[in-house]
């Protein structure tokens, strides 16, 4: 018999103590009690009910779909933004993509830059490109694009870099560049010297006390004489350009780079076209990495360079004075593809005994356009030569 149910039988048995009078004794106050308790637990079973936490007690039901992630303790769950940073980042540079997600054929996701870098690892080695995590192939055709993760990611929240505010993914660049009062912005006499550069919301008061707007004709000149310089430089490019149109022979092609290996013990990757005619002449086209560097990729710098060579055998009939083909010559990108080329001319005078050009560099932008065009299969670049009349 427990300590209770005594107590209960030591007070029925003494009626006539003082307690027992009152009728408030030991049994009374241990009845309270348990009453107590039993309410407090019953309100907190309904409580965890209502909460939907799991009691213990009854076994689950038998055709309950099992459970696919174990449910992680309380304070170790983190927040949702983090638990998705996790499991949505690029699997190369464990972090968000902020382009286009690739995926193998076994899911694993890759942002635009590391998949591009892959593959362009892979035909400097002379190898198969492979996934880092799993080790299955791949290629342009075998990943596609995952279109539910890029959308995902885009409303994902992310911090502004000037007002430290959380914004959606998607939004934050139209925020940083027009809407965000703490953006850095130049002040709007910067054309005529002024170094001013600060947050939007100081650019009024900076604009009414700048003092560059009062400077005098003389001082103004030195910095309009710096501007005109730079546009001269780009206008003669552009008029050179157009000058070369003006030409009697012209002539222009699609060429495709196809990758080579050469025969040396550590072998080099190269590329060359087949043969191509242009202006009644044969030619060539040949390219190579880093200048032929021995282990291009092993460095995150990469460029590539190109020659021009002339074929065909020149004749006194077909060319003017000393059998020299005398012709100016530059390459742009390809009418299909999106790499960025800044045209710049070249000249060289072709004759028998020098048929070919130095190698010259292809003016891409930065290594991000180089892997670009390491990654694909063939380099498609058009080539336009201008025969000088003399």
């Not at 949702?80 to 540079?93: A, G, K, N």
């Not at 409303?155 to 870099?161: G, R, S």
């Amino acid at each position: 018999m427990s300590s209770l149910e005594e107590r209960d039988v030591g007070g029925v048995a003494a009626p006539g103590s003082s307690s027992a009078g009152m009728g408030v004794g030991p049994v009374g106050v241990a009845v309270e009690a348990a009453a107590g308790v039993a309410a407090i637990q019953e309100e907190v079973g309904i409580r965890r009910e209502e909460v939907g936490i799991r009691r213990e007690g009854p076994e689950p039901d038998p055709d309950e779909p099992p459970k696919k992630r174990v449910r992680v303790p309380d304070g170790q769950s983190g927040k949702l933004e983090e638990r998705l940073y996790s499991v949505l980042c690029c699997t190369v540079c464990l972090d968000l993509p902020k382009a286009s997600v690739y995926q193998c054929t076994n899911g694993h996701l890759m942002c635009t830059g590391c998949f591009i870098h892959l593959l362009a690892d892979s035909r400097l080695k002379e190898e198969q490109a492979t996934c880092p995590n799993c080790r299955c192939e791949i290629s342009k055709n075998l990943c596609c694009r995952n279109l539910a993760v890029e959308k995902a990611v885009s409303e994902l929240p992310t911090e502004c870099t000037f007002c430290l505010k959380q914004f959606p993914r998607s939004s934050l660049a139209r925020h940083q560049k027009e809407e965000c009062q703490d953006r850095v912005t130049q002040c709007k006499y910067k054309r005529i010297g002024c170094p001013w550069q600060g947050p939007f919301h100081e650019l009024p008061a900076h604009e009414g006390e700048c003092c560059h707007p009062t400077k005098t004709g003389t001082e103004l000149m030195g910095i309009l004489g710096e501007m005109d310089q730079n546009h001269r430089r780009d206008m003669q490019l552009y008029n050179s350009i157009f000058n070369l149109l003006c030409y009697e022979k012209i002539g222009f092609t699609e060429v495709q780079f196809r990758p080579y290996r050469t025969d040396d013990f550590i072998t080099r990757l190269y590329y060359e076209t087949p043969r191509f005619t242009v202006l009644n002449q044969t030619w060539v086209l040949k390219a190579r990495v880093n200048d032929s560097e021995r282990n291009p990729n092993l460095s995150c710098k990469r460029t590539l360079s190109f020659m021009l060579i002339l074929k065909s055998k020149l004749l006194d009939a077909c060319v003017q004075v000393n059998s020299a083909l005398e012709c100016s010559f530059l390459l742009l990108k390809g009418p299909y593809d999106d790499v960025r080329i800044k045209p710049v001319i070249h000249h060289h005078s072709f004759c028998n005994d020098a048929n070919e050009t130095e190698y010259v560099p292809l003016p891409i932008t930065d290594s991000v356009e180089c892997n670009k065009l390491l990654a694909a299969k063939n380099i498609n670049l058009r080539l336009f030569i201008f025969q000088v009349q003399k």
